[in-house]
């Protein structure tokens, strides 16, 4: 019998087949397609799923399970067509998991729920009426909350947050960072707790990068008003200090915190631990365009930058000595492969770079005779 790829219907086609509203032509091409083959069946039996559930997957995690889902058709067609009409085979693995593991799924708490790392820790969670979501180095996600906001997460960041929001503030947990953009509610305070310092946001856009192993608190203001508590430090509760818009707070752990070169030029004055720090007008574009998939740096040193591009590519730099490791760039990365980055600063001094899967070695450029 002869066998069909996606080419013989549309997505728009197959989505009307599983509403049962679709016409006879793509009907009939859809039920030989099935008929073809038993791996046919079951790939159809496991998008038929995350279609018919894509209501609650998406309250779960915040993913657009309907472009996952046409961005899947799509890539099995491309590889269809490449592979001409090869089938599928599995074997004991679900395709799901075989597609989150080739990266196929754009929006990765979608591939994080499908593979069950979010799904079994939301199993433990659901009784107290949260949820936590994982996002895996290399890959960022976003999450739209019970009462309209909406968080982008960025690399290896951990996210906890209620499903209703049904006490007096809705509170949410971040170890990691994250882009928010809360609905006002003056009636439910907004609060983003951290392992050392608590954020409570006035109805307001703002970046809170507060990784734990990194002992400082970051937070940038784009929109609104937010001001800060902490349990640890009664004294940061009781100054009020607001944070405005185009302004960055610092809040330095201990002395060992990890301080950028960007947040020393920022600030411009001494950091003291224990104590929050407020930054003269900085421009916000470079804090968060991590959350459009972009690395924006100004007169930024290679040490800084290796550490963005080992967060967003989940890769391992090995800067060669100190010298490479000061020099200093400029400039936007967008939608491009690790190797596409190193290449353009390769080309722009005097480095060379070698690649071995995940880790990478940055040296000296030999000089050549």
């Not at 491309?78 to 196929?104: D, H, M, P, V, Y």
């Not at 799924?105 to 979608?110: A, E």
């Not at 909406?150 to 499903?163: E, I, K, M, Q, Y």
């Not at 937070?219 to 818009?245: A, H, Q």
Request: charge should be neutral; aromatic fraction near 8%.
């Amino acid at each position: 019998m002869r066998k069909f790829s996606f080419s013989n219907f549309t997505f728009e086609s197959l989505i009307r087949y599983i509403e049962g509203d679709v016409d006879s032509g793509s009907k009939l091409a859809i039920e030989e397609w099935l008929e073809a083959d038993l791996g046919n069946r079951k790939l159809f039996d496991q998008l038929k799923k995350v279609w018919q559930n894509r209501s609650e997957l998406s309250g779960l995690t915040g993913a657009v399970i309907e472009d996952d889902f046409r961005t899947i058709a799509n890539k099995i067609h491309a590889l269809q067509e490449e592979r001409k009409g090869i089938k599928f085979r599995f074997g004991s693995i679900s395709l799901l998991q075989r597609l989150a593991a080739a990266g196929l799924l754009l929006v990765t708490i979608g591939a994080a729920y499908y593979t069950g790392r979010l799904q079994s820790r939301h199993s433990d969670l659901a009784a107290t009426g949260y949820t936590e979501i994982i996002v895996p180095k290399g890959q960022r996600s976003k999450v739209i909350l019970s009462d309209g906001s909406s968080v982008w997460l960025n690399a290896g960041s951990c996210f906890r947050f209620s499903t209703n929001f049904s006490g007096e503030t809705r509170d949410v947990w971040l170890d990691g960072e994250g882009l928010f953009n809360v609905a006002k509610d003056s009636t439910k305070l907004f609060y983003v707790h951290t392992e050392n310092l608590d954020v409570k946001v006035h109805g307001t856009i703002f970046n809170l990068k507060a990784y734990s192993g990194d002992d400082i608190v970051e937070t940038t203001v784009v929109e609104g008003l937010v001001s800060f508590e902490s349990k640890s430090n009664k004294d940061i509760s009781k100054r009020n200090v607001f944070l405005e818009p185009n302004h960055k707070a610092v809040y330095v752990i201990s002395e060992k915190a990890r301080v950028s070169e960007e947040v020393k030029r920022e600030i411009n004055r001494p950091l003291e631990p224990q104590k929050i720090i407020i930054s003269q007008p900085i421009k916000n574009e470079p804090v968060i365009s991590w959350a459009e998939g972009r690395l924006i740096f100004s007169d930024e040193t290679l040490r800084n930058i290796a550490e963005k591009l080992e967060n967003k590519y989940d890769v391992h730099i090995q800067i060669d000595n100190e010298k490479l490791k000061d020099l200093r760039y400029t400039g936007v990365l967008k939608n491009v492969s690790i190797e596409q980055a190193l290449k353009a600063f390769q080309l722009t001094t005097g480095i060379q770079y070698v690649i071995d899967e995940n880790n990478i070695r940055i040296s000296e450029r030999k000089s050549r005779i």
